[in-house]
C-alpha cells in the first residue's frame, strides 16, 4: 500500500489550496481516509476524516474554511483548504484504515506528506 500526497505549496494568507492523495493497493471505497497535519514542535493533528459512505469529520478550527472529499471512480482523496491562515502552515498527510477511527492517530497506512506554507 501507497498513498501519494501532492498539492503543497505557499500560498498568502486568505487563498486556497487542494490537496490530494492517490492510494495504490488500496480502495478509497473500502477504508476510511484522513488527513492530519504537523508542525514543527507540535504532535500530528486530525484534520479531517471521510467514511465509506463519504460521512466527513473535521477539527474545530478548520470548519467553514476546508472541505474533504473522495473520487470513487478516480480512487484519489481531497482536501479542499480556503481562507488559509498562518496557522495552517503544517506538513500535511494521508492516512487510510480499514475502521472507522475518525480524527484519531491510530490510522495503520500513511502518506509522506506535502509541505503548505501560508504566510
Known amino acids: 500500500v501507497q498513498l501519494v500526497e501532492s498539492g503543497g505549496g505557499s500560498v498568502q494568507a486568505g487563498g486556497s489550496l487542494r490537496l490530494s492523495c492517490a492510494p495504490s493497493g488500496l480502495s478509497v471505497s473500502d477504508f476510511s481516509m484522513a488527513w492530519f497535519r504537523q508542525s514543527p514542535g507540535k504532535e500530528r493533528e486530525g484534520v479531517a476524516a471521510?467514511?465509506?459512505?463519504?460521512?466527513?469529520a473535521y477539527t474545530d478550527s478548520v470548519k467553514g474554511r476546508f472541505t474533504i472529499s473522495q473520487d470513487h471512480a478516480k480512487n484519489t482523496l481531497y482536501l479542499q483548504m480556503n481562507s488559509l491562515k498562518p496557522e495552517d502552515t503544517a506538513m500535511y498527510y494521508c492516512?487510510?484504515?480499514?475502521?472507522?477511527?475518525?480524527?484519531?492517530?491510530?490510522?495503520?497506512?500513511w502518506g509522506q506528506g506535502t509541505q503548505v506554507t501560508v504566510s
Open positions: 492516512a487510510a484504515d480499514e475502521y472507522n477511527l475518525g480524527l484519531a492517530r491510530s490510522y495503520t497506512y
Open positions: 471521510i467514511r465509506r459512505d463519504d460521512l466527513t
